[in-house]
């Protein structure tokens, strides 16, 4: 019985990852850098060790670098709107330069 569940269980899973099934890929947005995505990663890996601190010398610790990856994480994003934001302007005031 045990075998032959195995080999259903085998069957399925070869079937529905050769299928559109497989593994859900991970896709990021193209205006989130990788260094973005880094700190992001890096501000959840802080997160997880609060949450496996056993000492309040720990968490405290923890939350303090934690706090810190995540100003820096929010000063990467705002500062690269800022500069979207500014490109905008400035190519929207070449074009109507050249307009008049």
Do not use: P
């Amino acid at each position: 019985m045990e075998d032959n569940w195995k080999s259903i269980k085998e069957a399925l899973t070869s079937t529905c990852q050769e299928v559109v099934l497989g593994l859900k890929k991970h896709h990021h947005k193209e205006w989130i850098s990788i260094e973005t995505l880094d700190r992001i990663k890096e501000r959840k890996n802080k997160k997880t060790a609060i949450n496996n601190s056993r000492t309040r010398a720990e968490n405290v610790k923890a939350q303090v670098e934690y706090t810190e990856a995540n100003k820096q994480m929010k000063m990467r994003i705002w500062k690269r709107l800022y500069r979207t934001e500014l490109d905008k302007e400035c190519w929207c005031r070449a074009y109507d330069f050249h307009k008049d």
